[in-house]
């Protein structure tokens, strides 16, 4: 994987994507193995979708770290790891999405078969959407993130009805931060 050697800060407010950060033989290898392993989310007010915490990733983990240190010029640690999967009718919600007051980076890599029309990924500053990400599977987002920063995950459409979204995010904090809060109450 080439990354560029601009700054997020230089780009539009911290946030760039990076297509083909991985191959599809190897994202169907990470679904695959994570099949059977998903739990429903299925609050209706903040989201309705599956998941895997903390899945046994390391080496995409670290491929993830080494990009998002590349792209903000930090050192950074993986906090958290979990693989969202949107199938037709499935969403996110932003006020879902908790208040990061550690600046954490947050990097999500599209492991999806195929793209789905629609279902972005939209990172909103003050509510206003400034970034989005499409389905792009081998894809990969890095957003700074901070307290005014918040993420949603567009509805996927029953029109699509083979539609599925498979995103690893995972979340990184400076490494030398002895204390990282995160008020989320969606876990």
Known sequence: ???????????????????????????????????????????????????VDDPNEPELIELMQRAAERATGRTLAPRSARILR??????????????REDNPVEVTLDLSRAPVPDAELHYRRRGQVYFRFPCLPG?????????T???NHCYVSKLH?????????VTLRDSD???????NTSR
């Open 1 to 51: 994987m080439v990354l560029p050697v601009t700054t997020l800060d230089e780009l539009f407010g911290a946030a760039l994507m990076v297509p083909d950060a991985i191959d599809a033989e190897r994202a169907a290898a990470v679904r695959a193995r994570h099949e059977s392993s998903y739990t429903r989310y299925a609050l209706v007010d903040r989201g309705n979708y599956e998941y």
């Open 86 to 99: 949107l199938l037709p009718g499935s969403y996110v919600l932003a006020h879902h999405d908790g208040i």
């Open 139 to 147: 894809g990969l987002a890095i957003v700074e993130r901070g307290v």
């Open 149 to 151: 920063i918040t993420c």
């Open 161 to 169: 009805v083979a539609a599925s979204v498979v995103r690893l995010v």
């Open 177 to 183: 931060s002895a204390m990282h809060t995160t008020r």
